[in-house]
């Protein structure tokens, strides 16, 4: 009967933990895995798969893999390849995209693998793959970056046929890159001239040689030719063999185009040029020299220049020119004689330049000459140095010898001149340390950028060191070109010495010092403060340190801090937080201190800071660790109340720390029986005792118990007293449950046997063992029996549930005797292996049944079992009555008898053949994987080496168990990474896709993608490491060609992120830039690498490339490391995606054009300059012209006056002599024509040469544009003919107001209302104005379209571009027989057209930026255009646009008369002036003028005006003189009182002597050879008087020296004032005392020394000073204007010059207080002598009174201080000769200067 159940067991722990580590292997692999039955349904689905797809196994056990989780294009291919697997055709390394849970795509590569069952049979497909998404994205974008590149890219392979052709190629060629695919490159797409170069530039690349910039033509689509300039690189596999070719290219058809354009400059150009070789053989001849010479090119070309074309004395001559310029020796200017075809000579001026090529080697002389016969050439040099200036003058010529070394120098450094003079300045007078930017500055000012107040250490003659501050001028000769540096100092050794010791005590303390004034805004920021704050003190200095520098949360409390220390209430160790100006936060601890002045006075504070960002952030990142830490941590104060309380604290127990935070921790969250221990280990823990791992019950806000095991620390203040307890706690609670758990089942465990209670009743039958013992009688014989005997019912009842349990085990148990035969063999076994025990009762097992190779080992277990040694868990085979053999797991043990001796043995077995199927299948699936799969121990040792990993490495698993993966397998250079790898894998920390190389047996490197799974036993213990790789090695192979054929790209390549930093640099960068990839990556590129005139051009191409607008052929620098030079660079932008198509940076292939640039742009400006040339030939051969006709003109005229005069005094008839004066007013008047005309040539010439070459600098001041087109309209209305109308349709005013320049304007209107009035006889003349939006559209900007039409004959189309250049519609002069004509100059138009190129791009520049808008800096828009204006120029989109006929629009407003017509415009982008602009000019006006707004001034002299007029010339004088005797007849109510002087030292003198002038007339250049000469004069004229046989003394006959300064008198009366004039100017030069050294000074320096004086006393009634003179370029008016003039007049001047000046400074004079008003509204001067002007005032009464001027002198100037008796002084001896200076001061009484 069944009494209960007994199980019978094997320990398996080990097998199952080998078990569950395979298991848990595949399952938290970092790589992911499947496996598939053979329905294709999914059985395996690891966590990385999980966590890859998104799917969890859940969703995926049992579903079909292929048509659920797989995207349908590629659904055939993987089901073919998991149908191969079922057939046992593995594949390895195929990609597929696996479908994620959220729709997008995860590329897999993939390993599958043959699923087999214990008998061999496929079941299923176990796949491994790697995740290579990302991988894949890469590979993507190179290829994608190369296909969409904006630059030509084309390969080919070894045999010459195309495979690679981007679709730039496709778009540049037409053809697509299917046509070209497989086709031989050179053959179908090379022109055949080219072929052979081509292919040798292939076959170079194919042996490996590259080629850069290599110029070839490919034959479009169309049979078009396009240039492209190509680097070859060759193309290598992941060997390094060759395997073609490709080529980067750039389109540079245009560019070509351009140089031929150069080429046919040359040819037509309007000077004659010419070339030859080395030979000195013609190689250039252009057309103007065929026509000059009457030579054709063809006559010319391979003839020898100067043997055949030159006169023989001058060959010599010219030959050596030629040589010298063939040696590079260029030169200029060179007259010579060519012969022509017919005998003629003609004289050249040649300028010879050498002609290099691309390389720069000479290879010829090119010529450009002007003929030059009637040439008339005078050149002066001026030099001007004041030796005895206070101040140490010093120069240095170009190569920075010293050539000026003024007397001062030399008292200051205590070298002579002669000590200095060719000396090195910098090495031997400049300190060590200031050399390099002392060098800097004279290298700037060599250049033409002059620097003002840099300061340098001088060394002296006995090595002391002065400080001197220093003005750096440059040093130019005539023409303009710098020839060296003067330097203009100051001595400030002791003033710096002072400073220096004061900012070096702040500045180089070693903590952050900061200041500020009383308003808060910094005044002091040290170099400390500067680099732990990123700003340095430029960018801090005048800025509001609260508002811009500190956290808003922080700005009051800071403020407060400051505020108190203004107070006098000092601060320390404030913390504060500074914002940095990369935006990090830094923590400040403060001492803020009261900033006194000498007085005591508070004037800022100054902060002495200690940078406690470091420890604040330990602090932050100690409080962080405790608040995150995954253990309850909590603290207490010393009564025991809560003040740590943190988030697992809070998890755990579920109250928040506010809940907690002040309550009692014992008494509120212990439970009453242990409150008592608890108190004790915290009160033990405030006494200093630490207590470790001190359980506890914590009770939860539930009610519950939480198990805590308590670490309790004593916490501390900064002084180490105890503060507190904080304990550390582990909730234990689960761990207490398993334990007791355990207990309980150890100690109620039924097992290994275990039994249950029969149900129902037991019969219990009594067994009873016997000893029978014969019983005898006395006698021995036997008389019964006795049994003594022992019940055994028991005992036997037991032996029998012994034999049922064997017989009856779920578990097959056999024995075997002493003789190995079977003596027992349970049912279990008769089922498990089919034979019965009667079959096998008596055999002999081992023999029988177990299979041969297994024998030995079974047999030796049964023999140590019957020595009587145990084994347990042995596996062997058994084999069935079928012959199949089943796995048996078995525990031997000896059979004993009663003794104890053993008889047999005993085998319990459990079969384990399904559980070993399985262990073989996953150790299968390891070995048979199509993955390399290896796995190492805890030291490192090999311990799984699959077959995989095997095949590809060469080595068996026997040569690589037990070795060290790392030391042994690993290059070198992987070994630390991959170790570390492996290291965190030990420590739980798994990786995934990490690619290392591994050596093959043979010495090969493959690279393997690896994922790295901790190997775990059955207790969890990481026990080594196993890594599931892929053989990436064809992979890497293809991205190292593409990152290889990027980096050694022989273009530059470089990349940049969205954020502009550089993330791509290739080598070719690298070698053009001189910047390291380490250099460069991370930095951003336009900040860090671009010069800043390019940053905002190549900012915007990066931001189009980013957005997906790309950008070819972009032209920019890249700057060099050495600064010394830029890189120029011809790019194309590309934009750069990620695997989704998202742009993620730019990658920018470009060219290195810097070397084809500079030959090009040498040849360039070869060219330029021969167009130049040539360009000026005609404008010279037309102003010689000029000069000739208007010199011919007034010759003639004055030869035909004379003999006028001639004549009638000839005849002496009364009629003669009355049409005399008529005739001679009609000459001169025509005389007086010519010179106007010519000097309006000039003029027109000299504002035409301004423009040209950007000297011109516009202004951008408000102006009404329809108040401008009026005032046009007036000032040219009168030159219209007769039957001419003029109309305006333009603005009404103040409806359009813009910023502009208003001469500019107006010039241009003038201009081309001059041209319309030359030629519409009849019709109408309109000037237009109109605005639009601004092209591109901007905010406060309009596109302002301004004009002039006429109903004249027209301009037909062929001749527009034509009227544009000068002189092709002038007259040479004013027609004498004709009547009233137009003059024009032949330059109006060509002047109207640059104005129109300056207005048109300043409103392109600046209307670039948005942020530009604010205002316009016209400076800015010329800067860097200068040297570039002349081809600007040709290239303006800006010019005139002429439109004839007049359109139907202008026709219907014009209607009648005239011709067809002409429309001139021009569009220009201008700012529109805003109330501010406007505002703001008429504050201005205001402040200036004193006066209203509405108040108008009119010119309205009187009085008597007193002037000084200072010119060398006595014609200049007089003509001067005439023009205010002009000025008194057009005003009667006025005299002039003129003052004639010299020279500017004479003038000086003159004021200096008391005598006082309302204006001045100022030349510039005076002559000290002319005083010279009146000196001689007056000193001959002296020596005759006195051999004179005459009555009286020298002086008596006006002879000597005057006694007093003689002056005329100018009124009204027109016939009186000449006679007087006439009368004064005969003797003029007696009436001037003339010194020597007069004549030396230049007329702006006088001018300054008059108006320092001035300033010197005190005076704001200096007189008005105009530069009359004939020098009126640019820097010259700019030099007139530093130095206080008030206006330049240019020889020859008109009273209307004169005037309108005057009304225009009337307001700068009012506002300087040069004039003064009264009450009835006249502008005066302040000595009531003259008046100038009057403003209408509201009374009539005022207004009808007249001035009334003073009689009195003006009041002259004064020693009145130190200071103005000095300037004085210097008036009295400016220029004055040695010892004359002194007997000048000897005479000089500062105190009664004005009776003297």
Same mark, same amino acid.
């Given at each position: 009967?069944?009494?209960?159940?007994?199980?019978?067991?094997?320990?398996?722990?080990?097998?199952?933990?080998?078990?569950?580590?395979?298991?848990?292997?595949?399952?938290?692999?970092?790589?992911?895995?499947?496996?598939?039955?053979?329905?294709? +349904?999914?059985?395996?689905?690891?966590?990385?798969?999980?966590?890859?797809?998104?799917?969890?196994?859940?969703?995926?056990?049992?579903?079909?893999?292929?048509?659920?989780?797989?995207?349908?294009?590629?659904?055939?291919?993987?089901?073919?390849?998991?149908?191969?697997?079922?057939?046992?055709?593995?594949?390895?390394?195929?990609?597929?995209?696996?479908?994620?849970?959220?729709?997008?795509?995860?590329?897999?590569?993939?390993?599958?693998?043959?699923?087999?069952?214990?008998?061999?049979?496929?079941?299923?497909?176990?796949?491994?793959?790697?995740?290579?998404?990302?991988?894949?994205?890469?590979?993507?974008?190179?290829?994608?970056?190369?296909?969409?590149?904006?630059?030509?890219?084309?390969?080919?392979?070894?045999?010459?046929?195309?495979?690679?052709?981007? &679709?730039?190629?496709?778009?540049?060629?037409?053809?697509?890159?299917?046509?070209?695919?497989?086709?031989?490159?050179?053959?179908?797409?090379?022109?055949?001239?080219?072929?052979?170069?081509?292919?040798?530039?292939?076959?170079?690349?194919?042996?490996?040689?590259?080629?850069?910039?290599?110029?070839?033509?490919?034959?479009?689509?169309?049979?078009?030719?396009?240039?492209?300039?190509?680097?070859?690189?060759?193309?290598?596999?992941?060997?390094?063999?060759?395997?073609?070719?490709?080529?980067?290219?750039?389109?540079?058809?245009?560019?070509?185009?351009?140089?031929?354009?150069?080429?046919?400059?040359?040819?037509?150009?309007?000077? @004659?040029?010419?070339?030859?070789?080395?030979?000195?053989?013609?190689?250039?001849?252009?057309?103007?020299?065929?026509?000059?010479?009457?030579?054709?090119?063809?006559?010319?070309?391979?003839?020898?220049?100067?043997?055949?074309?030159?006169?023989?004395?001058?060959?010599?001559?010219?030959?050596?020119?030629?040589?010298?310029?063939?040696?590079?020796?260029?030169?200029?200017?060179?007259?010579?004689?060519?012969?022509?075809?017919?005998?003629?000579?003609?004289?050249?001026?040649?300028?010879?330049?050498?002609?290099?090529?691309?390389?720069?080697?000479?290879?010829?002389?090119?010529?450009?000459?002007?003929?030059?016969?009637?040439?008339?050439?005078?050149?002066?040099?001026?030099?001007?140095?004041?030796?005895?200036?206070?101040?140490?003058?010093?120069?240095?010529?170009?190569?920075?010898?010293?050539?000026?070394?003024?007397?001062?120098?030399?008292?200051?450094?205590?070298?002579?001149?002669?000590?200095?003079?060719?000396?090195?300045?910098? *090495?031997?007078?400049?300190?060590?340390?200031?050399?390099?930017?002392?060098?800097?500055?004279?290298?700037?000012?060599?250049?033409?950028?002059?620097?003002?107040?840099?300061?340098?250490?001088?060394?002296?003659?006995?090595?002391?060191?002065?400080?001197?501050?220093?003005?750096?001028?440059?040093?130019?000769?005539?023409?303009?070109?710098?020839?060296?540096?003067?330097?203009?100092?100051?001595?400030?050794?002791?003033?710096?010495?002072?400073?220096?010791?004061?900012?070096?005590?702040?500045?180089?303390?070693?903590?952050?010092?900061? $200041?500020?004034?009383?308003?808060?805004?910094?005044?002091?920021?040290?170099?400390?403060?500067?680099?732990? !704050?990123?700003?340095?003190?430029?960018?801090?200095? $005048?800025?509001?340190?609260?508002?811009?520098?500190?956290?808003?949360?922080?700005?009051?409390?800071?403020?407060?801090?400051?505020?108190?220390?203004?107070?006098?209430?000092?601060?320390?160790?404030?913390?504060?937080?500074?914002?940095?100006?990369?935006?990090?936060?830094?923590?400040?601890?403060?001492?803020?201190?009261?900033?006194?002045?000498?007085?005591?006075?508070?004037?800022?504070?100054?902060?002495?800071?200690?940078?406690?960002?470091?420890?604040?952030?330990?602090?932050?990142?100690?409080?962080?660790?405790?608040?995150?830490?995954?253990?309850?941590?909590?603290?207490?104060?010393?009564?025991?109340?809560?003040?740590?309380?943190?988030?697992?604290?809070?998890?755990?127990?579920?109250?928040?720390?506010?809940?907690?935070?002040?309550?009692?921790?014992?008494?509120?969250?212990?439970?009453?029986?242990?409150?008592?221990?608890?108190?004790?280990?915290?009160?033990?823990?405030?006494?200093?005792?630490?207590?470790?791992?001190?359980?506890?019950?914590?009770?939860?806000?539930?009610?519950?118990?939480?198990?805590?095991?308590?670490?309790?620390?004593?916490?501390?203040?900064?002084?180490?007293?105890?503060?507190?307890?904080?304990?550390?706690?582990?909730?234990?609670?689960?761990?207490?449950?398993?334990?007791?758990?355990?207990?309980?089942?150890?100690?109620?465990?039924?097992?290994?046997?275990?039994?249950?209670?029969?149900? %129902?009743?037991?019969?219990?039958?009594?067994?009873?063992?016997? +000893?029978?013992?014969?019983?005898?009688?006395?006698?021995?014989?036997?008389?019964?029996?006795?049994?003594?005997?022992?019940?055994?019912?028991?005992?036997?009842?037991?032996?029998?549930?012994?034999?049922?349990?064997?017989?009856?085990?779920?578990?097959?148990?056999?024995?075997?005797?002493?003789?190995?035969?079977?003596?027992?063999?349970?049912?279990?076994?008769?089922?498990?292996?089919?034979?019965?025990?009667?079959?096998?009762?008596?055999?002999?097992?081992?023999?029988?049944?177990?299979?041969?190779?297994?024998?030995?080992?079974?047999?030796?277990?049964?023999?140590?079992?019957?020595? %009587?040694?145990?084994?347990?868990?042995?596996?062997?085979?058994?084999?069935?009555?079928?012959?199949?053999?089943?796995?048996?797991?078995?525990?031997?043990? @000896?059979?004993?008898?009663?003794?104890?001796?053993?008889?047999?043995?005993?085998?319990?077995?459990?079969?384990?053949?399904?559980?070993?199927?399985?262990?073989?299948?996953?150790?299968?699936?390891?070995?048979?994987?199509?993955?390399?799969?290896?796995?190492?121990?805890?030291?490192? &040792?090999?311990?799984?080496?699959?077959?995989?990993?095997?095949?590809?490495?060469? /080595?068996?698993?026997?040569?690589?168990?037990?070795?060290?993966?790392?030391?042994?397998?690993?290059?070198?250079?992987?070994?630390?990474?991959?170790?570390?790898?492996?290291?965190?894998?030990?420590?739980?920390?798994?990786?995934?896709?990490?690619?290392? =190389?591994?050596?093959?047996?043979?010495?090969?490197?493959?690279?393997?993608?690896?994922?790295?799974?901790?190997?775990?036993?059955?207790?969890?213990?990481?026990?080594?490491?196993?890594?599931?790789?892929?053989?990436?090695?064809?992979?890497?192979?293809?991205?190292?060609?593409?990152?290889?054929?990027?980096?050694?790209?022989?273009?530059?390549?470089?990349?940049?992120?969205?954020?502009?930093?550089?993330?791509?640099?290739?080598?070719?960068?690298?070698?053009?830039?001189?910047?390291?990839?380490?250099?460069?990556?991370?930095?951003?590129?336009?900040?860090?690498?671009?010069?800043?005139?390019?940053?905002?051009?190549?900012?915007?191409?990066?931001?189009?490339?980013?957005?997906?607008?790309?950008?070819?052929?972009?032209?920019?620098?890249?700057?060099?490391?050495?600064?010394?030079?830029?890189?120029?660079?011809?790019?194309?932008?590309?934009?750069?995606?990620?695997?989704?198509?998202?742009?993620?940076?730019?990658?920018?292939?470009?060219?290195?054009?810097?070397?084809?640039?500079?030959?090009?742009?040498?040849?360039?400006?070869?060219?330029?300059?021969?167009?130049?040339?040539?360009?000026?030939?005609?404008?010279?051969?037309?102003?010689?012209?000029?000069?000739? +006709?208007?010199?011919?003109?007034?010759?003639?005229?004055?030869?035909?006056?004379?003999?006028?005069?001639?004549?009638?005094?000839?005849?002496?008839?009364?009629?003669?002599?009355?049409?005399?004066?008529?005739?001679?007013?009609?000459?001169?008047?025509?005389?007086?024509?010519?010179?106007?005309?010519?000097?309006?040539?000039?003029?027109?010439?000299?504002?035409?040469?301004?423009?040209?070459?950007?000297?011109?600098?516009?202004?951008?001041?408000?102006?009404?544009?329809?108040?401008?087109?009026?005032?046009?309209? &007036?000032?040219?209305?009168?030159?219209?003919?007769?039957?001419?109308?003029?109309?305006?349709?333009?603005?009404?005013?103040?409806?359009?107001?813009?910023?502009?320049?208003?001469?500019?304007?107006?010039?241009?209107?003038?201009?081309?209302?001059?041209?319309?009035?030359?030629?519409?006889?009849?019709?109408?003349?309109?000037?237009?104005?109109?605005?639009?939006?601004?092209?591109?559209?901007?905010?406060?900007?309009?596109?302002?379209?301004? %004009?002039?039409?006429?109903?004249?004959?027209?301009?037909?189309?062929?001749?527009?571009?034509?009227?544009?250049?000068?002189?092709?519609?002038?007259?040479?002069?004013?027609?004498?027989?004709?009547?009233?004509?137009?003059? !024009?100059?032949?330059?109006?138009?060509?002047?109207?057209?640059?104005?129109?190129?300056?207005?048109?791009?300043?409103?392109?520049?600046?209307?670039?930026?948005?942020?530009?808008?604010?205002?316009?800096?016209?400076?800015?828009?010329?800067?860097?255009?200068?040297?570039?204006?002349?081809?600007?120029?040709?290239?303006?989109?800006?010019?005139?646009?002429?439109?004839? @006929?007049?359109?139907?629009?202008?026709?219907?407003?014009? =209607?009648?008369?005239?011709?067809?017509?002409? /429309?001139?415009?021009?569009?220009?982008?201008?700012?529109?002036?805003?109330?501010?602009?406007?505002?703001?000019?008429?504050?201005?006006?205001?402040?200036?003028?004193?006066?209203?707004?509405?108040?108008?001034?009119?010119?309205? @002299?009187?009085?008597?005006?007193?002037?000084?007029?200072?010119?060398?010339? *006595?014609?200049?004088?007089?003509?001067?003189?005439?023009?205010?005797?002009?000025?008194?007849?057009?005003?009667?109510?006025?005299?002039?009182?003129?003052?004639?002087?010299?020279?500017?030292?004479?003038?000086?003198?003159?004021?200096?002597?008391?005598?006082?002038?309302?204006?001045?007339?100022?030349?510039?250049?005076?002559?000290?050879?002319?005083?010279?000469?009146?000196?001689?004069?007056?000193?001959?004229?002296?020596?005759?008087?006195?051999?004179?046989?005459?009555?009286?003394?020298?002086?008596?006959?006006?002879?000597?020296?005057?006694?007093?300064?003689?002056?005329?008198?100018?009124?009204?009366?027109?016939?009186?004032?000449?006679?007087?004039?006439?009368?004064?100017?005969?003797?003029?030069?007696?009436?001037?005392?003339?010194?020597?050294?007069?004549?030396?000074?230049?007329?702006?320096?006088?001018?300054?020394?008059?108006?320092?004086? /001035?300033?010197?006393? $005190?005076?704001?009634?200096?007189?008005?000073?105009?530069?009359?003179?004939?020098?009126?370029?640019?820097?010259?008016?700019?030099?007139?204007?530093?130095? $206080?003039?008030?206006?330049?007049?240019?020889?020859?001047?008109?009273?209307?010059?004169?005037?309108?000046?005057?009304?225009?400074?009337?307001?700068?004079?009012?506002?300087?207080?040069?004039?003064?008003?009264?009450?009835?509204?006249?502008?005066?001067?302040?000595?009531?002598?003259?008046?100038?002007?009057?403003?209408?005032?509201?009374?009539?009464?005022?207004?009808?009174?007249?001035?009334?001027?003073?009689?009195?002198?003006?009041?002259?100037?004064?020693?009145?201080?130190?200071?103005?008796?000095?300037?004085?002084?210097?008036?009295?001896?400016?220029?004055?000769?040695?010892?004359?200076?002194?007997?000048?001061?000897?005479?000089?009484?500062?105190?009664?200067?004005?009776?003297?």
């Amino acid at each position: 009967h069944v009494m209960g159940v007994v199980g019978i067991g094997q320990d398996i722990t080990g097998r199952l933990a080998q078990e569950q580590e395979y298991s848990r292997l595949i399952d938290t692999a970092n790589a992911p895995i499947f496996g598939v039955d053979s329905s294709g +349904n999914v059985t395996i689905w690891n966590k990385c798969a999980a966590n890859i797809s998104g799917y969890p196994s859940t969703d995926t056990l049992g579903h079909n893999l292929v048509n659920e989780f797989i995207m349908e294009d590629f659904r055939e291919s993987v089901q073919d390849v998991l149908d191969k697997a079922l057939r046992g055709q593995e594949t390895a390394n195929f990609q597929l995209p696996l479908v994620t849970s959220n729709g997008t795509r995860v590329e897999i590569l993939l390993n599958a693998t043959t699923r087999k069952d214990v008998d061999g049979r496929i079941i299923g497909v176990v796949g491994i793959g790697q995740n290579i998404t990302a991988r894949i994205a890469q590979e993507q974008e190179y290829s994608r970056l190369i296909d969409t590149a904006n630059a030509p890219i084309f390969g080919v392979d070894i045999d010459g046929n195309v495979n690679v052709w981007n &679709k730039n190629a496709s778009a540049v060629v037409g053809f697509t890159a299917e046509e070209t695919f497989g086709r031989p490159f050179v053959q179908d797409f090379i022109t055949d001239d080219f072929s052979a170069s081509v292919q040798d530039v292939l076959d170079k690349a194919l042996r490996g040689e590259e080629t850069a910039n290599f110029q070839l033509p490919l034959m479009t689509k169309g049979r078009s030719r396009v240039e492209i300039l190509l680097n070859a690189t060759s193309r290598k596999d992941a060997e390094g063999r060759v395997i073609g070719v490709v080529g980067i290219g750039q389109d540079i058809t245009a560019r070509i185009a351009q140089e031929q354009e150069y080429s046919r400059l040359i040819d037509t150009a309007n000077a @004659p040029i010419f070339g030859v070789n080395r030979d000195g053989l013609v190689t250039v001849w252009n057309k103007c020299a065929a026509n000059i010479s009457g030579y054709s090119s063809e006559d010319t070309m391979g003839q020898h220049l100067v043997n055949e074309f030159i006169t023989e004395d001058f060959r010599s001559s010219v030959q050596e020119v030629l040589s010298k310029a063939l040696r590079g020796e260029e030169d200029s200017n060179f007259a010579f004689p060519l012969v022509t075809k017919d005998g003629r000579r003609l004289e050249i001026l040649l300028n010879a330049t050498s002609r290099r090529d691309v390389e720069g080697h000479i290879i010829g002389v090119v010529g450009i000459g002007q003929d030059i016969t009637a040439r008339i050439a005078q050149e002066e040099e001026y030099s001007r140095l004041i030796d005895t200036a206070n101040a140490p003058i010093f120069g240095v010529d170009v190569d920075g010898k010293v050539n000026v070394w003024n007397q001062h120098a030399s008292d200051v450094v205590g070298f002579t001149a002669e000590q200095t003079f060719g000396r090195p300045f910098v *090495r031997e007078f400049i300190t060590e340390d200031f050399r390099a930017s002392v060098q800097d500055v004279l290298d700037k000012a060599l250049r033409g950028e002059e620097t003002a107040n840099f300061q340098l250490p001088l060394v002296t003659a006995h090595g002391t060191r002065v400080e001197i501050l220093l003005n750096a001028t440059s040093r130019k000769d005539a023409e303009g070109r710098v020839i060296g540096v003067v330097g203009i100092g100051q001595d400030i050794t002791a003033r710096i010495a002072q400073e220096q010791e004061y900012s070096r005590l702040i500045d180089t303390a070693n903590a952050p010092i900061f $200041g500020v004034d009383r308003d808060g805004l910094v005044t002091v920021w040290n170099k400390c403060a500067a680099n732990i !704050s990123g700003y340095s003190s430029d960018d801090t200095m $005048g800025h509001h340190l609260v508002n811009e520098f500190i956290t808003e949360d922080f700005r009051q409390s800071v403020q407060e801090v400051l505020d108190k220390a203004l107070r006098g209430e000092e601060d320390s160790n404030f913390a504060f937080p500074l914002v940095t100006k990369n935006g990090h936060r830094l923590e400040i601890l403060l001492n803020a201190t009261s900033r006194r002045d000498v007085d005591g006075h508070i004037i800022g504070v100054v902060g002495i800071r200690q940078d406690i960002t470091a420890r604040i952030a330990q602090e932050q990142e100690y409080a962080r660790v405790i608040e995150t830490a995954n253990a309850p941590i909590f603290g207490v104060d010393l009564d025991g109340k809560v003040t740590v309380w943190n988030k697992c604290a809070a998890d755990v127990t579920s109250f928040t720390s506010a809940e907690v935070m002040g309550q009692h921790l014992v008494q509120q969250f212990i439970s009453e029986d242990f409150r008592a221990s608890v108190q004790e280990v915290l009160d033990l823990a405030l006494k200093g005792e630490v207590t470790a791992n001190f359980e506890f019950p914590i009770i939860t806000k539930t009610g519950a118990k939480i198990q805590i095991l308590l670490n309790a620390t004593p916490r501390r203040d900064e002084y180490g007293h105890v503060m507190g307890v904080v304990g550390i706690g582990q909730d234990i609670t689960g761990r207490l449950a398993q334990e007791q758990e355990y207990s309980r089942l150890i100690d109620t465990a039924n097992a290994p046997i275990f039994g249950v209670d029969q149900v %129902g009743k037991v019969t219990v039958c009594l067994e009873i063992l016997l +000893n029978a013992t014969s019983r005898r009688d006395v006698d021995g014989h036997i008389i019964g029996v006795v049994g003594i005997g022992q019940d055994i019912t028991a005992r036997i009842a037991q032996e029998q549930e012994y034999a049922r349990v064997i017989e009856t085990a779920n578990a097959p148990i056999f024995g075997v005797d002493l003789d190995g035969k079977v003596t027992v063999w349970n049912k279990c076994a008769a089922d498990v292996t089919s034979f019965s025990s009667g079959e096998v009762m008596g055999q002999h097992l081992v023999q029988q049944f177990i299979s041969k190779e297994y024998r030995k080992s079974v047999q030796e277990v049964l023999d140590l079992a019957l020595k %009587g040694e145990e084994t347990a868990n042995f596996e062997f085979p058994i084999i069935t009555k079928t012959g199949a053999k089943i796995q048996i797991l078995l525990n031997a043990t @000896p059979r004993r008898d009663e003794f104890g001796h053993v008889m047999g043995v005993v085998g319990i077995g459990q079969d384990i053949t399904g559980r070993l199927a399985q262990e073989q299948e996953y150790s299968r699936l390891i070995d048979t994987a199509n993955a390399p799969i290896f796995g190492v121990d805890q030291v490192g &040792k090999v311990t799984v080496w699959n077959k995989c990993a095997a095949n590809i490495s060469g /080595y068996s698993s026997e040569e690589t168990m037990g070795h060290h993966l790392v030391n042994e397998f690993i290059t070198e250079d992987f070994r630390s990474s991959v170790q570390e790898v492996l290291d965190k894998a030990l420590r739980g920390e798994e990786d995934s896709n990490f690619a290392f =190389p591994l050596i093959t047996k043979e010495g090969r490197r493959l690279e393997i993608l690896l994922n790295a799974t901790s190997r775990r036993d059955v207790d969890g213990h990481i026990i080594g490491v196993v890594g599931i790789g892929q053989n990436i090695t064809a992979r890497i192979a293809q991205e190292q060609e593409y990152s290889r054929l990027i980096d050694t790209a022989n273009a530059p390549i470089f990349g940049v992120d969205i954020n502009g930093h550089v993330n791509v640099w290739n080598k070719c960068a690298q070698a053009l830039t001189g910047y390291q990839v380490k250099d460069v990556l991370g930095q951003n590129l336009v900040e860090k690498f671009v010069t800043s005139d390019y940053k905002y051009s190549v900012q915007t191409v990066l931001e189009n490339a980013v957005q997906g607008n790309e950008t070819a052929n972009f032209e920019f620098p890249l700057i060099h490391k050495d600064g010394t030079h830029g890189v120029q660079i011809l790019l194309n932008a590309t934009c750069r995606r990620d695997h989704e198509g998202r742009p993620v940076g730019m990658v920018g292939i470009g060219q290195d054009i810097t070397d084809a640039q500079r030959s090009k742009e040498a040849e360039m400006r070869q060219r330029e300059a021969e167009a130049a040339t040539a360009a000026q030939a005609t404008i010279s051969a037309h102003v010689y012209h000029e000069i000739r +006709n208007v010199v011919g003109s007034v010759l003639a005229l004055a030869e035909r006056a004379s003999e006028a005069v001639d004549l009638a005094l000839e005849e002496s008839s009364g009629e003669s002599i009355k049409k005399l004066p008529a005739e001679v007013r009609f000459l001169t008047e025509h005389q007086r024509l010519v010179c106007a005309h010519a000097v309006n040539t000039l003029n027109d010439m000299l504002d035409v040469s301004r423009m040209e070459n950007g000297t011109y600098k516009p202004s951008a001041v408000v102006i009404d544009l329809g108040a401008l087109c009026h005032q046009a309209a &007036k000032l040219q209305g009168p030159r219209l003919k007769n039957d001419v109308q003029l109309h305006l349709d333009c603005p009404s005013e103040a409806e359009l107001v813009v910023l502009s320049d208003p001469a500019l304007l107006l010039q241009y209107l003038t201009n081309l209302l001059s041209n319309a009035a030359k030629f519409t006889d009849s019709g109408h003349v309109m000037v237009t104005c109109h605005s639009t939006e601004s092209t591109p559209p901007l905010d406060g900007w309009v596109e302002v379209v301004i %004009g002039v039409a006429d109903t004249g004959p027209g301009i037909k189309p062929a001749e527009q571009e034509r009227v544009l250049q000068a002189f092709t519609t002038g007259n040479a002069v004013p027609c004498e027989d004709i009547g009233k004509t137009v003059r !024009s100059t032949g330059i109006g138009l060509r002047l109207a057209n640059l104005i129109a190129q300056i207005l048109g791009d300043a409103g392109t520049e600046n209307g670039k930026d948005k942020d530009d808008m604010e205002s316009w800096d016209p400076l800015d828009t010329m800067k860097g255009r200068n040297k570039k204006r002349q081809a600007h120029i040709k290239e303006s989109k800006h010019s005139i646009q002429i439109t004839s @006929p007049l359109p139907d629009r202008l026709t219907a407003q014009m =209607p009648g008369g005239g011709g067809p017509g002409t /429309y001139l415009t021009i569009k220009a982008n201008m700012q529109v002036a805003t109330k501010e602009h406007i505002q703001n000019t008429e504050s201005e006006s205001m402040d200036s003028s004193k006066l209203g707004p509405e108040c108008r001034v009119d010119l309205e @002299p009187s009085g008597l005006l007193r002037v000084l007029v200072t010119d060398d010339q *006595r014609t200049m004088r007089q003509m001067v003189s005439m023009l205010f005797q002009k000025f008194c007849q057009d005003y009667p109510a006025m005299k002039v009182e003129i003052t004639t002087a010299l020279s500017g030292e004479e003038a000086c003198r003159l004021v200096a002597q008391g005598h006082t002038f309302h204006i001045i007339t100022m030349d510039e250049t005076l002559s000290a050879g002319y005083c010279k000469s009146v000196k001689e004069t007056q000193a001959t004229a002296r020596r005759e008087a006195e051999t004179l046989d005459t009555v009286g003394s020298v002086e008596e006959l006006g002879m000597g020296p005057p006694p007093c300064v003689v002056k005329l008198l100018v009124d009204s009366n027109r016939l009186q004032t000449t006679k007087r004039r006439t009368d004064f100017f005969r003797d003029e030069i007696n009436n001037h005392e003339v010194l020597d050294g007069d004549g030396t000074m230049d007329g702006h320096k006088a001018m300054k020394l008059i108006l320092d004086a /001035y300033k010197a006393a $005190g005076r704001t009634d200096a007189p008005i000073i105009f530069n009359l003179t004939g020098n009126v370029m640019e820097m010259d008016r700019e030099r007139y204007s530093n130095n $206080g003039s008030s206006g330049v007049l240019a020889k020859p001047t008109k009273l209307a010059d004169m005037t309108e000046m005057l009304q225009s400074q009337l307001q700068n004079f009012l506002a300087k207080g040069v004039l003064e008003t009264d009450e009835s509204g006249y502008l005066a001067t302040p000595d009531r002598n003259f008046a100038f002007a009057r403003f209408e005032v509201s009374d009539p009464e005022l207004m009808a009174q007249k001035f009334e001027p003073s009689s009195g002198p003006g009041r002259p100037l004064t020693a009145n201080s130190p200071e103005a008796a000095g300037a004085i002084a210097a008036l009295m001896t400016a220029g004055a000769a040695d010892g004359e200076e002194a007997e000048i001061s000897r005479g000089f009484d500062s105190e009664h200067m004005s009776e003297k």
